[in-house]
């Protein structure tokens, strides 16, 4: 596609003065599907490594004739253009089989979390209007076996799938044996109206491969539908386009690619190791979708081996050279006494993206030292593609989550009605600012070509996410309020939907967070607000322990260092000391699981 059709000489673009000069603010895009992503791959790499899982592997050529195989029994079960296949798996062979098979005949993804329990999946399978379920037979077992599947009156199939059927045949023979890798022992055949399928056969009655031709406007037609975490109701399902997503692995290449030239390098031979879920936008595009576009090797994990300096063999021995994670993620693997055996062993890893919540200059740096590659911090969410803006990498700045990406843009605006957009903030210490400065502090709003179609289902939750300004470009209204500091770089202060009224004062929870992170004797911490008869909400922090510290630190130690530390109206009024802290999937901590039911 041409360059950005709609002027954008009108916008504040202060992060131009500290831009990575090598870094193309405009790029090209193709207009292909994400089937067509892969088979373009395919044939320019078609001898390279494609996937890696427990030491089975297959290239790039053998991958796209899997992926056209199922593409085509798809078909013949009679999924054409617009159907909805649900993909219920762990990070393994099958999902990427799957999902672009259904990319490569038009047909929609709808993955799910492997953790959601019967009543989430009926939700999304009722919402989505899914024909198909792909499931992992131990996940169907514990979650549906025994449910009335009448609940799901779109379903017409469920394809069975275990996870021994990509494992070298020791491994799974032995895994199977002594109960290591589990699988359900008797598959239903079929139940009231749903037939079941298992995932070989339906591979087999793929051949020979008929796939139907199939007419594709990428930036019209949805490939994926992902489910947001449900903070606010049920969970909505965001309608990505191929091109939302195709758009999204470029401008991360570019990013990346450019300012490190090393990179470029390993187009075609390099790794990029998935630990995050690639039911989650974060591992779907920042892991695999990017993996593919580059020719990269996925190695996946299907949960965070243990002990987690596991993780750096696998990475020592396969040649990952990139890779998407959490803060969670990074803290746990310094925390690894074993990890520092792998210190300057790890050559080929050249660089981490973070994402999901802020991470801690000091779990920067120790990654770094242990590994020798560089992590940056990027911002966005499902609604994105997920990605919005990265730190570069030459100039990464503390407590900020860097630049728009190429072809994107971000605006503050006034956090109760959104259309007054609000100037740079020119302060020297922008960490020192709070809610109360708010000529400068307001909600994110995000605008590029991989921001979604919009909410399935959903029309007036899309009409205020979703808005055109008066030069005819649509924004992105994210609920999280931030700033842009003197430097042109994007200050992320907190959700909207979080903010606490205390006494009239709005306090910030993560900026009381970032401060209780200074107190040595504390690994996690969450504040939210609780209701209170005298001052509407009060601020509550709960805190888990670094495990030396762990029987050794009282609350009431804590509550006087906040004191002592933490402005009057912000320190917390009540703190709790909790074995661990509740999280997402990818390791983000849920305020909302926190405060009071």
């Known amino acids: 596609m041409s360059k950005q059709e709609i002027s954008d000489e009108y916008i504040a673009q202060p992060w131009m003065e500290n831009w990575p000069e ?37 290239t790039y050529g053998e991958a796209d004739q899997m992926i056209d195989q199922f593409a085509s029994a798809l078909s013949k079960m009679g999924i054409k253009k617009g159907d909805v296949v649900a993909i219920d798996l762990p990070n393994t062979p099958q999902f990427i089989i799957a999902f672009y098979a259904i990319s490569r005949i038009g047909a929609i993804a709808n993955p799910i979390i492997p953790l959601n329990r019967f009543v989430e999946i009926v939700h999304q399978i009722n919402d989505s209007k899914a024909k198909v379920l792909i499931i992992l037979d131990s996940i169907f077992e514990e979650h549906l076996h025994g449910k009335d599947l009448r609940k799901m009156p779109s379903l017409k199939y469920i394809i069975l799938t275990e996870i021994a059927e990509y494992l070298p045949k020791i491994k799974a023979v032995l895994g199977k044996a002594l109960g290591k890798v589990p699988y359900m022992k008797e598959w239903p055949q079929k139940q009231d109206k749903i037939i079941f399928h298992a995932f070989q056969e339906v591979l087999e009655r793929g051949t020979p491969i ?65 630990v995050l879920p690639l039911a989650h936008s974060f591992g779907l595009s920042i892991g695999m979708n990017i993996a593919v576009s580059n020719g990269y090797k996925m190695i996946l994990f299907p949960q965070p081996p243990t002990p987690l300096s596991k993780m750096l063999k696998i990475i020592q021995k396969e040649g990952a050279t990139f890779g998407p994670g959490v803060p969670t993620l990074w803290n746990k693997i310094n925390l690894d006494p074993k990890s520092a055996d792998y210190k300057g062993k790890l050559k080929t890893l050249v660089a981490c993206l973070s994402g999901a919540s802020a991470l801690p200059l000091e779990v920067k740096q120790e990654f770094e030292e242990i590994t020798g590659s560089r992590i940056i911090e990027g911002y966005g969410m499902s609604e994105t593609s997920p990605l919005l803006t990265a730190s570069p990498f030459h100039k990464y700045k503390e407590n900020t989550v860097g630049f728009p990406v190429s072809d994107t843009y971000i605006k503050i605006v006034d956090p109760d009605e959104g259309k007054k957009i609000l100037p740079q903030c020119m302060q020297d210490n922008c960490d020192e600012c709070g809610a109360e400065q708010t000529q400068y502090i307001g909600e994110i709003c995000g605008s590029g070509p991989q921001v979604m179609q919009g909410y399935l289902n959903r029309p007036e939750a899309t009409e205020y996410a979703l808005r055109k300004d008066d030069h005819g470009r649509t924004w992105y209204y994210t609920t999280d309020i931030g700033c842009i500091d003197k430097d042109g770089y994007l200050r992320i202060k907190d959700r909207k939907r979080d903010m606490i009224k205390y006494k009239g004062h709005s306090v910030f929870p993560r900026e009381v967070e970032d401060l209780i992170y200074m107190h040595p004797a504390v690994n996690e911490v969450g504040v939210v607000g609780v209701p209170d008869p005298e001052t509407g909400q009060t601020i509550k922090a709960y805190i888990s322990l670094k495990e030396e510290f762990q029987g050794k630190v009282a609350t009431e130690e804590l509550m006087e260092w906040c004191k002592e530390n933490i402005s009057p109206y912000k320190y917390p009024r009540i703190i709790e000391i909790i074995p661990e802290l509740p999280k997402s999937v990818v390791g983000k901590i849920l305020r909302r699981e926190l405060r009071p039911k």
């Not at 292909?32 to 899982?53: H, V």
């Not at 399902?237 to 030239?261: C, D, F, M």
């Not at 090393?262 to 790794?271: I, N, Q």
Request: with cysteine; glycine share 8%.
């Open 210 to 274: 008929k796939i139907p031709k199939v007419s594709f406007n990428p930036q019209e037609d949805t490939a994926v539908l992902i489910y947001t975490g449900g903070t606010t109701g049920l969970p909505k399902g965001v309608r990505t386009s191929h091109y939302n997503l195709v758009v999204n692995a470029i401008q991360a290449n570019e990013w990346s690619q450019k300012q490190l030239p090393e990179l470029e390098e390993t187009l075609g031979k390099g790794g990029m190791f998935i």
């Open 22 to 58: 090598e870094v193309p603010r405009h790029l090209e895009y193709p207009h292909i599907s994400l089937g067509q992503l892969f088979r373009d791959t395919a044939k320019k790499y078609p001898d390279s490594q494609a996937i890696w899982f427990e030491g089975w592997k297959c």
